[in-house]
């Protein structure tokens, strides 16, 4: 029997530090469906892997990843970098979850309680290809282990992450702690664009972003999985609706589930 205060120890740290990616954290260790948790070191989550450095490739490439999806914008891509090939050879799929940077403002009231949770539910219908896309690709464990990322790591990011986490059988309340762990992420991002990225500080004092959607609140993504469960009924058949059968998500299951320590 494993002592759990050992394998509390031998666990490694979810958020993995680089110089200029705030938000890069390791999806495992959640306690999942069957009495099972997410495996280590297979499934992470990030920002803008663009702004790796070459001198952080060892680091990466230390993770093993094999997959690097990019939810961003083409015009994202285009103007910002997409992952840098001198710091690991992977398997690169841009697969973006909108084409345009949405206008916050345009959209409402953005003050109003679950303005940012409507969003997601746009940006998921938006997104349909993308998810479905990473849902099979984690049904092939050749491509694991497997990150994905949008700018920020939140918004875009935090669709799929729950999705992904909801279909392993992580509870709704673990998806939303997990959800809520970017804000951290947010500030030290804004600290650090102060200093490095003085045109995004000036675009952003021209056009403030609104504070609903720079936050990584938590009843944000508590509204969003429970209208998932209003207009699909179960996350598997939200699954299905995007053309991922159950044979893909027992794969997936297989692939990133491991027996919970006794």
Same mark, same amino acid.
């Given at each position: 029997?494993?002592?759990?205060?050992?394998?509390?120890?031998?666990?490694?740290? $979810? +958020? *993995?530090?680089?110089?200029?990616? !705030?938000?890069?954290?390791? =999806?495992?260790?959640?306690? %999942?469906? #069957? @009495? $099972? +948790? *997410?495996?280590?070191?297979?499934? !992470?989550?990030?920002?803008? =892997?663009?702004?790796?450095? %070459?001198? #952080? @490739? $060892?680091?990466?490439?230390?993770?093993?990843?094999?997959?690097?999806?990019? =939810?961003?914008?083409?015009?994202?891509? #285009?103007?910002?970098?997409?992952?840098?090939?001198?710091?690991?050879?992977?398997?690169?799929?841009?697969?973006?979850?909108?084409?345009?940077?949405?206008?916050?403002?345009?959209?409402?009231?953005?003050?109003?309680?679950?303005?940012?949770?409507?969003?997601?539910?746009?940006?998921?219908?938006?997104?349909?290809?993308?998810?479905?896309?990473?849902?099979?690709?984690?049904?092939?464990?050749?491509?694991?282990?497997?990150?994905?990322?949008?700018?920020?790591?939140?918004?875009?990011?935090?669709?799929?992450?729950?999705?992904?986490?909801?279909?392993?059988?992580?509870?709704?309340?673990?998806?939303?702690?997990?959800?809520?762990?970017?804000?951290?992420?947010?500030?030290?991002?804004?600290?650090?664009?102060?200093?490095?990225?003085?045109?995004?500080?000036?675009?952003?004092?021209?056009?403030?972003?609104?504070?609903?959607?720079?936050?990584?609140?938590?009843?944000?993504?508590?509204?969003?999985?429970?209208?998932?469960?209003?207009?699909?009924?179960?996350?598997?058949?939200?699954?299905?609706?995007?053309?991922?059968?159950?044979?893909?998500?027992?794969?997936?299951?297989?692939?990133?589930?491991?027996?919970?320590?006794?």
């Amino acid at each position: 029997m494993v002592d759990p205060v050992e394998a509390l120890a031998a666990e490694p740290e $979810r +958020t *993995v530090s680089f110089e200029a990616v !705030f938000n890069f954290r390791d =999806l495992g260790g959640y306690p %999942a469906s #069957e @009495g $099972r +948790t *997410v495996r280590w070191r297979r499934l !992470f989550r990030a920002d803008g =892997l663009n702004r790796l450095r %070459a001198d #952080e @490739g $060892r680091q990466f490439r230390s993770l093993g990843i094999a997959t690097v999806i990019d =939810l961003r914008t083409p015009e994202e891509a #285009e103007v910002s970098g997409r992952f840098p090939t001198e710091v690991a050879d992977v398997s690169y799929h841009h697969w973006p979850m909108f084409d345009v940077v949405p206008d916050w403002h345009s959209y409402g009231d953005v003050d109003s309680p679950g303005y940012l949770a409507d969003r997601y539910v746009e940006m998921l219908e938006s997104g349909r290809e993308a998810v479905a896309g990473t849902l099979h690709l984690l049904g092939d464990a050749t491509s694991t282990p497997l990150v994905f990322h949008c700018a920020a790591g939140k918004d875009r990011t935090g669709i799929l992450a729950a999705l992904v986490l909801g279909l392993l059988g992580v509870p709704d309340e673990v998806i939303v702690e997990d959800y809520a762990l970017s804000h951290e992420a947010m500030a030290r991002m804004g600290a650090w664009a102060l200093d490095n990225m003085p045109e995004v500080v000036e675009r952003a004092r021209r056009a403030p972003y609104p504070a609903s959607v720079a936050e990584a609140n938590p009843d944000t993504m508590t509204r969003f999985l429970g209208h998932l469960r209003a207009n699909h009924g179960t996350l598997e058949g939200l699954a299905g609706d995007l053309g991922v059968g159950n044979d893909v998500l027992e794969r997936m299951r297989g692939n990133l589930l491991v027996a919970a320590p006794r």
